[in-house]
């Protein structure tokens, strides 16, 4: 799975009467060692999370329906990220429909006394959606992630209270980027547009949305409708108290994109070491400083960005396009890049996490 691509968010609390308000004391409280579970996801450990949910399995630890569907979360998320598309189905399967009595908290008043709703984890209905693409199936991973967004708007509608609603707004703009992508990976620039200003009318102004649609404009050529787009992301950014260098950055990318769409190599670069500046760890500024300076003929600083990225935060930096950008490099400025792209992918093998697809440095 690509890096970049957004990751599901953790599974829901299953509350009383709302899954997304009740408090508990510790993950533990929902599901047997979700907190040891959620660390090893954060370092991206899957196989060991594989371990972990089947060692669990053979001692029947997972005592409860809602302990069986947030293991089978994690099993079928590791498998999906270590490109095992084929059993994370197998294991998907296993599951009547996600609308069944046996997966509401209600069918169980003994176990979940006074809960009441779903407790199928977000994730997985994410998966749901994702597997069939990952699989060759695109259209019917379009047609359930169409279908996953409908199931978002329906809680919106229902006008829960307004955490509820802040955490359905997410999904909903969650769920609309993965069918965004897929568009866009077809060059479907029309459905994008009408699925972007579809959010926006209803009033989700999300800078990062706002920011998609100036890219999609560009795609199709409407430059001033994405200075537009990008001119209220900007203004948005001046009028934050918070000051947040996300937000900040996310502005001066923008337009690093408007000069190197106009070939102002030189201006995007400036605008990206703003981004470092702010952010050591903004890996799209570091990875498109260095193409700009590839484009500039600087190859040996567009080489020391992305070298010296790695070596300052590489569980951060290190993701395929920009090991992909680097063996480019490598193959550009050295007789003897094989060697060179041995090393890199030696280290690569000690550091990197689970799923990183160490094919990409092409040895």
């Not at 102004?205 to 787009?229: E, H, R, T």
């Not at 070491?273 to 050591?280: H, K, L, N, Q």
């Not at 990225?309 to 090991?323: C, G, I």
Request: net charge negative.
């Amino acid at each position: 799975m690509d890096s970049n691509s957004p990751q599901p968010e953790p599974t829901p609390v299953p509350p009383s009467t709302d899954p997304l308000t009740n408090q508990f004391t510790s993950l533990n409280d929902l599901a047997h060692e979700l907190t040891s579970l959620q660390d090893l996801a954060n370092r991206g450990s899957w196989l060991s999370i594989l371990d972990k949910v089947n060692r669990a399995r053979s001692l029947s630890l997972l005592n409860t329906p809602h302990d069986h569907l947030t293991y089978l979360a994690y099993i079928v998320l590791s498998l999906t990220k270590l490109r095992r598309f084929q059993e994370a189905q197998t294991e998907l399967d296993s599951l009547d429909d996600f609308n069944s009595h046996h997966y509401r908290y209600e069918t169980y008043p003994k176990i979940y006394p006074n809960r009441s709703g779903s407790m199928v984890p977000f994730s997985l209905r994410w998966l749901h959606a994702l597997l069939p693409i990952k699989l060759g199936n695109r259209q019917e991973g379009l047609d359930r992630f169409y279908l996953l967004l409908d199931f978002v708007r329906e809680k919106l509608n229902r006008n829960g209270n307004e955490e509820s609603d802040k955490v359905w707004r997410k999904r909903e703009v969650f769920v609309v980027n993965h069918i965004i992508n897929q568009h866009l990976s077809n060059k479907e620039f029309s459905v994008c547009l009408d699925l972007i200003n579809s959010l926006i009318s209803r009033g989700n102004l999300d800078p990062a949305l706002l920011s998609k649609l100036g890219y999609v404009q560009m795609q199709i050529g409407d430059l001033d409708g994405a200075n537009v787009s990008f001119g209220k992301v900007e203004k948005m950014a001046s009028e934050s108290e918070e000051n947040e260098s996300g937000l900040r950055n996310l502005v001066s990318r923008n337009k690093a994109l408007v000069y190197l769409v106009g070939k102002d190599y030189l201006s995007a670069v400036r605008e990206y070491d703003e981004c470092i500046e702010r952010d050591g760890m903004d890996v799209v500024a570091i990875n498109n400083k260095a193409i700009c300076l590839m484009y500039l003929r600087d190859l040996s600083d567009s080489i020391k960005v992305l070298e010296n990225s790695l070596e300052r935060v590489p569980t951060v930096a290190l993701n395929e396009t920009l090991v992909v950008n680097l063996c480019s490099m490598y193959e550009l400025a050295y007789v003897n890049h094989s060697d060179t792209k041995r090393t890199l992918s030696n280290w690569i093998a000690r550091v990197a996490p689970d799923d990183f697809d160490s094919s990409c440095t092409r040895v």
